[in-house]
C-alpha cells in the first residue's frame, strides 16, 4: 500500500479530490472569516459561564450526589418519553384497527 492510497476514500480519488476540496474551501472561508469565528467563540464562551449547570460546583461533593440535579433530570425525561411512546402507540394501533374494520366493509 503506498503512502497516497492511505488518504483515498471509498476505493476512489474522485470522491477523495471532491472531499478534501470542500475541505479546503471550508478551511479557507474559515480563515478570511477568522475575526467572526473569534467572536463567536468569545460570545459562546460568555454565554456558557452564565448558564445553570446541572451538578453541584462544590468540590467537597462526590459521586451521585454531585450529579443529583442532572440524574433527576434524565429521569424524568426517560419517564416522560416512555409515556409518550406508549400514548403514539395506543393510537396507532387504535387507529389501525378502526381503518381495518372501515375498509373490511369494502372488500
Given at each position: ?66 450529579y443529583k440535579e442532572l440524574v433527576d433530570s434524565t429521569i424524568v425525561v ?30
Open positions: 500500500m503506498s503512502f497516497l492510497e492511505f488518504f483515498k476514500i471509498s476505493n476512489s480519488w474522485i470522491v477523495t479530490g471532491v472531499v478534501f476540496a470542500i475541505l479546503a474551501i471550508a478551511g479557507i472561508v474559515a480563515l478570511r472569516n477568522a475575526a467572526l469565528v473569534s467572536r463567536f467563540v468569545g460570545e459562546v464562551k460568555g454565554e456558557l459561564r452564565k448558564a445553570n449547570w446541572p451538578w453541584e460546583s462544590d468540590p467537597k461533593i462526590k459521586g451521585f450526589k454531585k426517560l419517564i416522560a418519553t416512555i409515556l409518550l411512546a406508549g400514548f403514539v402507540s395506543m393510537w396507532d394501533f387504535i387507529c389501525t384497527y378502526v381503518v381495518d374494520f372501515i375498509t373490511s366493509f369494502g372488500s
